[in-house]
């Protein structure tokens, strides 16, 4: 497949899943938009990276996606730089994990405004362009947690949740025009917002890192292996191809069996 001549906007893709989405994408020729936070230095390698890898061109837009105004601005600066977005990945997502009880107000804001509203902020101003261009493929990074709940991680499960019901509602609304609408959800994938969430575990369970990788985060994984972020990437690009034309609406697992159970 080649993605030439059409660009790509990830969220949150100065890290992890984002990134790994950025470097697959490219890979086939993509101008990229990459977002989200971290040393100015190494953002600047990564585009100049995503430059040589695709031959075409890679932006960073670093705003801040809870910020309505601020996702406006990025999305016009990709419109300016490539004239629209074909292929929106909305990926920026972060976790809190506390009891319902004692969830920090302000977390729950934030995740809801970063984990759902971004979505449907960035997707109401990608649509119009693939509507006129007949093409466009909008992908969510969902996660298990849009399928089934864990215990002290209400603010995330509720936006993957919305996640996915918005995701169904768009990929309705688009169907006719070439557009397709999918969530991809992983299971635990080894990046820094799974290994940045184990000391609140340890904490909120009263377990050692141990015991919070295995008995908490592969517990409920039946291979007993993390996800990569590369294998995440390959459903996307996918579902960018051809082959992929007729999903749509769909909620696609890679989380090693676990919402099989
Ligand atoms: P990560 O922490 O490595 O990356 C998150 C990215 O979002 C970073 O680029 C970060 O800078 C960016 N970001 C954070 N706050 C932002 C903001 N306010 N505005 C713009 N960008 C912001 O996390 P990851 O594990 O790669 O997660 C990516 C997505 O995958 C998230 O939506 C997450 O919920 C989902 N997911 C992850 C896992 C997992 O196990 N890692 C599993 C299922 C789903």
């Known amino acids: 497949m080649t993605l030439q001549g059409k660009t790509a906007l990830i969220t949150g893709s100065t890290s992890g899943i984002g990134l790994a989405y950025a470097k697959t994408l490219a890979g086939q020729g993509a101008n990229i938009v990459i977002n989200g936070f971290g040393d100015k230095d190494a953002i600047e390698k990564e585009r100049v990276a995503l430059e040589q890898a695709s031959g075409a061109k890679a932006l960073y837009s670093g705003h801040d996606l809870t910020k309505v105004d601020q996702i406006e601005a990025m999305m016009a600066e990709a419109a300016k730089a490539f004239g629209g977005v074909d292929i929106l990945i909305n990926n920026a997502g972060m976790q809190h994990v506390a009891p319902v009880e004692t969830f920090p107000v302000d977390k729950w804001d934030l995740i809801i405004a970063l984990n759902l509203t971004a979505a449907f902020h960035t997707t109401r101003l990608a649509v119009p362009y693939m509507k006129e261009k007949k093409w466009g493929r909008i992908i969510q990074t969902a996660s298990a947690h849009s399928k089934a709940a864990s215990p002290f991680k209400s603010a995330y499960v509720t936006a993957k949740h919305g996640l996915a019901g918005f ?94 159970q």
């Open 167 to 260: 995701t169904k509602t768009v990929a309705l609304e688009v169907a006719t025009f070439g557009v397709t609408a999918n969530c991809i959800s992983p299971g635990y994938v080894w990046t820094p917002l799974v290994e940045n969430q184990i000391p609140d575990t340890m904490k909120a369970r009263n377990m050692t890192r141990d015991q919070v990788i295995n008995d908490v985060l592969l517990a409920g994984q039946p291979t007993k292996e993390f996800v990569t972020p590369e294998q995440v990437a390959a459903i996307a690009l996918f579902l960018c191809g051809d082959a992929a034309s007729q999903i749509t609406g769909a909620n696609l697992s890679v989380d090693g069996g676990w919402t099989a």
